[in-house]
């Protein structure tokens, strides 16, 4: 591989990407996107450790990591289209999506995680079931979205589900975990969801009546990050802030095309387009390529 990350921050600390990224169906039909001149095709989810100085790349052919001012380079020695990629701790990797042509595993992966850093990965739920778009994690609580049943699921053990709503959906949200109350007594807590149609949608939990955030602009990628504090991305990749709990929404700048993924943390913006790695230091305002 020939990408390397021309990080120039050696000042603010660097932190955090997390995953996700829309494509047809199961992202090996439907019509040809934009992809980037790195080998790594669609970028479907982001992690990142080190302090920011290492990013993994969950991506259409393969998982990857890329370190500042190094190449890129594969992790592990297959070529899977990882969907969906959650990076819940260094020794707790989650993905999903679609094994390589080698290989005999079912076409939807389900749930796989990863204790070696992602060099190699085991089928934890299920495989032949579920094909994960979006991940996320609040405490025990794993909450996604699984594209080929057009379902919400969560899950406290990795091994059983339920569903919280079915349709077609994009990205899910979940609310900080120290925020969350319902977590002390182990239920699930808030989280959000955009829909197709790029609607915002407020899920009280694991039960509950879920309601329309009818303030929210049209959404594709949200992230959650403290209490009061909704960042989004629309279809287009312009960038909205809600300093509310999301009453209130302002435009930002945009990350320059069509949004992938958006982790937002307390130093940096991270977003991803069809074809670059972004970040912005002034919560949205611009944006430059980092990869």
Not at 220 to 248: H, I, K, M, N
Request: aromatic share 8%; no cysteine; net charge negative.
């Amino acid at each position: 591989m020939s990408l390397v990350l021309p990080w120039v921050l050696p000042v603010l600390f660097v932190a955090g990407v997390g995953a996700f990224v829309a494509l047809d169906g199961d992202g090996r039909d439907g019509a040809a996107e934009p992809v980037p001149s790195n080998g790594m095709g669609h970028i479907h989810g982001l992690g990142v450790a080190d302090q920011g100085q290492t990013i993994y790349i969950g991506a259409h052919t393969g998982f990857f990591r890329a370190s500042a001012g190094e190449p890129t380079e594969r992790v592990g020695d297959t070529w899977q289209d990882t969907m969906a990629f959650l990076r819940v701790s260094e020794g707790d990797f989650l993905a999903s999506g679609h094994p390589d042509l080698t290989s005999d595993l079912p076409t939807h992966l389900g749930l796989v995680g990863s204790t070696d850093q992602g060099r190699t990965w085991e089928l934890l739920s299920l495989a032949g079931e579920a094909d994960f778009h979006a991940l996320e994690s609040a405490g025990r609580w794993v909450v996604g979205y699984d594209s080929h049943g057009e379902r919400i699921l969560a899950s406290k053990d990795r091994q059983t589900w339920t569903t919280i709503d079915d349709g077609p959906m994009l990205d899910v949200a979940v609310a900080p975990v120290n925020t969350a109350a319902k977590l002390d007594q182990g239920e699930l807590g808030a989280f959000l969801a955009t829909t197709a149609t790029g609607e915002v949608v407020r899920y009280p939990g694991a039960s509950g009546q879920p309601r329309p955030l009818t303030t929210a602009p049209t959404l594709a990628l949200l992230d959650w990050p403290t209490p009061e504090l909704l960042v989004g991305v629309d279809p287009q990749g312009t960038v909205y802030l809600s300093r509310t709990g999301g009453r209130d929404w302002e435009s930002r700048g945009s990350i320059g095309g069509s949004p992938g993924a958006l982790e937002v943390t307390a130093n940096a913006w991270y977003a991803a387009t069809a074809t670059n790695v972004v970040v912005s230091l002034d919560q949205g305002q611009t944006w430059s390529v980092i990869a």
